[in-house]
């Protein structure tokens, strides 16, 4: 270097110096003089004090302008240890400083930062990556605004029990924040707007409380049951640089996590005795498997049995071509059950009750009066009471409070050794059965496919089976389902992987659908999976800036529009009080369509960066229209197709 560059800190400091002095001369040179004399006849006024610029600038030196080592580049050592692949976010002012340290301090590698248009749309990403991948996500959000833009997506994983690291930016301190917008984007207590859907929250008030907390929510939010957590980022916390005395005691603390709570051995053993007795015993599973060693568990245990699986589809529970899988005999298969075997139910009154929605609301038992019921859930562990996700109470007679994916091997152990030759041989009969009505089950769906094939709009069964057509040879998985499509692509598709269904939202929230859907794809990106989301017309139109995510980030991923324009579960919804009411049924579009104009989907995606095509209304028109998209992806770039559907 020449010995006449100048460095760039100390030009910077030596700018700030003469900036300060150039502030004062005047009174500078005032204070040398000391003050003037009284004019002669006139009263003595009292002396000014002394103005320096020690009270011009009360800190004595010029105001620092660089760090090298601000507190958010520690926040971003804490955040590496916890193998945080990618962090979520809408960009805002109040974590502009981990922002920053993410991006260049950690080079924007474990986390990499996802541009969002909306938080909804980063929450609900990491709600379906960790479905995907099995660990979560971590999501920014910018403030009280932020906070409150992400609350749906939050309550949505909430409810389904899926851990989601949410950091939130803020001014704790009043009089460091900026005057003006600072001040309605800063909050008192930010984690009081999510406080009753999240699991955990914690404000850090130095950076080794930061990295506790941090470390912890992780684990909090592992532990079953699972649930999002939030930590609240101080802004001064971020930007301040590192104080030497707190520099040498940092360190980033351990993570464990907690074994999943399993079930009382005693309870164990007694549900095994109940099922091995048992004439008819039914398993049902809704938010059972965590892992992909959840499913391999319950074929396990089912085959140990020859036992019926209902699966309810919280998560990928059951191979649908499972002989066993007789999940479309939902109804007939409780009503005739003596012992059924609950796995992570997230309504067991509701599996077992049937409830009347008529001017008069009734409900009555679908079971027989001596059923004994066994429940299994994590969730008892936890309950809290302002939202009322928890459903009915069910009256069980053995329940385990604990994971139940966990549980599983034992109670699979116990079922073994209480089987005898007799019940082994009862046990091949009760398969036999089952097989053929799981044959029988098959056999209808393909016959209920084919009416209205050639329909327009084009029947759902249509589309779930033009798309099967494409994609079954491929390594695919179903990332969303946000349309109601009648269940098509469970009785038509063949489902075996763990990856290949995520299970829907959690807590119902419009919305869901498409940020999921990229957040999915995006955990399958690096293993080169294929895929597919079903996209409901309305939950599209909710954030549709996640399409410009995809894009931007090129994340592959084929979106199918179920566009049968309309929030059809309202229209039938105002059918029923209309009809109720004796009213007729001939203005329940009001309020409930998406048309006068009809929604140009195509052109939407197109707008924001993906190939599309559409409306296809034709069913003909509808298999090669997929191909085209899907080479689309195969290249590695998103791509939607909108199809003009029947409602159902």
């Known amino acids: 270097m020449s010995k006449r560059s100048v460095d760039r800190r100390n030009f910077l400091k030596g700018a ?53 080592r601000p507190g958010g580049d520690f926040m971003v050592d804490v955040l590496k240890s916890l193998n945080l692949e990618y962090v979520a976010s809408n960009p805002g002012s109040s974590f502009r400083g981990i922002h920053e340290s993410i991006i260049n301090y950690g080079g924007n590698t474990m986390p990499e930062f996802i541009t969002c248009c909306h938080e909804e749309s980063s929450i609900a990403m990491a709600h379906a990556y960790f479905k995907v991948e099995g660990k979560p996500m971590a999501v920014l959000c910018h403030g009280t605004v932020g906070l409150q833009h992400a609350a749906m997506a939050i309550y949505n994983a909430y409810c389904d029990r899926v851990p989601v690291y949410i950091m939130a930016g803020n001014s704790l301190d009043a009089t460091m924040r900026r005057p003006g917008v600072e001040w309605a984007h800063s909050v008192q207590d930010a984690a009081a707007i999510v406080r009753d859907f999240t699991k955990w929250d914690d404000n850090p008030v130095s950076l080794p409380h930061f990295a506790e907390s941090a470390v912890r929510a992780y684990k909090i939010a592992m532990t079953p049951p699972m649930m999002p957590t939030l930590i609240v980022l101080d802004g001064g916390l971020q930007e301040d640089p590192i104080p030497s005395e707190v520099a040498a005691r940092l360190r980033v603390p351990k993570l464990t996590l907690a074994t999943p709570p399993q079930g009382d051995s005693g309870a164990v053993a007694e549900a095994a005795r109940l099922l091995v007795n048992a004439q008819n015993p039914v398993i049902v599973a809704d938010r059972l498997a965590r892992t992909p060693a959840g499913m391999a568990r319950l074929v396990e245990l089912a085959e140990a049995l020859q036992a019926p699986v209902i699966d309810q589809h919280g998560r990928m529970n059951f191979p649908s071509k499972h002989p066993l899988n007789l999940s479309e005999s939902a109804g007939q ?108 089950a098959r056999d209808a769906a ?24 494409q994609i079954k040879t491929d390594d695919w998985s179903l990332v969303s389902e946000s349309g109601n499509t009648s269940g098509w692509a469970f009785r038509l598709w063949d489902f075996e992987k763990s990856y290949q269904h995520l299970g829907d939202s959690g807590g119902a929230g419009v919305g869901y659908g498409a940020p999921a859907a990229v957040g999915g794809a995006l955990a ?90 559409g409306p296809v209304s034709n069913p003909n028109d509808l298999g090669p229209a997929l191909r085209r998209a899907l080479a689309v992806v195969r290249k590695g770039q998103p791509a939607l197709v909108d199809v003009v559907t029947q409602p159902r």
């Open 446 to 469: 393909r016959a209920e496919a084919a009416i209205a094939w050639d329909a327009s709009p084009i029947s759902t069964a249509r589309l779930a089976a033009e798309l099967w057509a």
């Open 16 to 68: 700030a110096v003469t900036g300060a002095a150039a502030l004062v001369p005047d009174a500078v040179a005032s204070a040398a003089q000391g003050p003037a004399p009284a004019a002669a006849g006139q009263g003595q006024r009292p002396a000014a004090a002394p103005t320096s610029a020690r009270e011009i600038d009360p800190r004595g030196e010029a105001e620092p302008l660089t760090t090298d």
């Open 524 to 613: 399958n990106k690096k293993h080169g999976r294929l895929s597919v989301n079903i996209q409901g017309d309305g939950d599209f139109l909710y954030a549709p800036g996640v399409w410009w995510t995809a894009a931007h980030h090129q994340i592959p991923l084929l979106t199918v529009v179920h566009n049968n324009r309309a929030y059809h579960q309202e229209v039938m919804h105002i059918q029923r009080m209309a009809n109720r009411h004796q009213r007729g049924i001939t203005r329940a579009a009001i309020g409930t369509t998406i048309t006068d104009p009809n929604v140009d989907f195509a052109k939407v995606a197109q707008g924001l960066g993906l190939y599309a095509e």
């Open 333 to 440: 298969l409780i009503a005739n059950a003596d012992v059924i075997l609950g796995l992570e139910l997230t309504d067991f009154w509701g599996t077992v009750n049937g409830f009347r929605d008529s001017l008069v609301r009734t409900s009555r038992s679908r079971i027989r009066p001596n059923t004994k019921l066994i429940s299994i859930t994590a969730v008892d562990l936890y309950t809290k009471s302002n939202f009322q996700d928890f459903q009915r109470y069910p009256e069980v007679d053995v329940a385990m409070a604990a994971d139940a994916e966990a549980t599983l091997p034992a109670i699979t152990e116990a079922v073994k050794k209480l089987t005898t030759a007799d019940r082994r041989t009862a046990f091949a009969e009760r398969r036999t059965r089952l097989e053929q009505m799981h044959a029988r």
